[in-house]
Nanobody, 117 residues
Framework: QVQLVESGGGLVQAGGSLRLSCAAS????????MGWYRQTPGKQRELVAS???????NYADAVKGRFTISRDNAKNTVYLQMNSLKPEDTAVYYC???????????WGQGTQVTVSS
């Protein structure tokens, strides 16, 4: 089992910035991929950004150039720096962990990000 604890959500005005953190603990296999997804009511959860143990990143088109994902492998922690936030970025953001060793998706409890116009 992998436990994920998120922090850093909140309310911000359009154009502002927030930084999300997610710390993983438990039975962590390497290599792995950690990332952030987001979900709004009535919509499917969608990928925001992901990063592998080796540092390869993937971003949704909607956030390219504004969001940056990074990780500290020694701390098993992933970060999402969100700049130039827009009202459409408002969602619950979920941390995700996946490993090719156990082929299971683990999810955090979610953190609310609200961007006011």
């Amino acid at each position: 089992q992998v436990q994920l604890v998120e922090s850093g959500g909140g309310l911000v005005q359009a154009g502002g910035s927030l930084r999300l953190s997610c710390a993983a603990s438990g039975r962590i296999f390497s290599p792995n991929r950690m990332g952030w997804y987001r979900q709004t009511p009535g919509k499917q959860r969608e990928l925001v950004a992901s990063i592998t143990t080796g540092g390869s990143t993937n971003y949704a088109d909607a956030v390219k150039g504004r969001f940056t994902i990074s990780r500290d492998n020694a701390k098993n922690t992933v970060y999402l720096q969100m700049n130039s936030l827009k009202p459409e970025d408002t969602a619950v953001y979920y941390c995700n962990h996946w490993s090719p060793t156990d082929l299971r998706d683990y999810w955090g409890q979610g953190t609310q990000v609200t961007v006011s116009s």
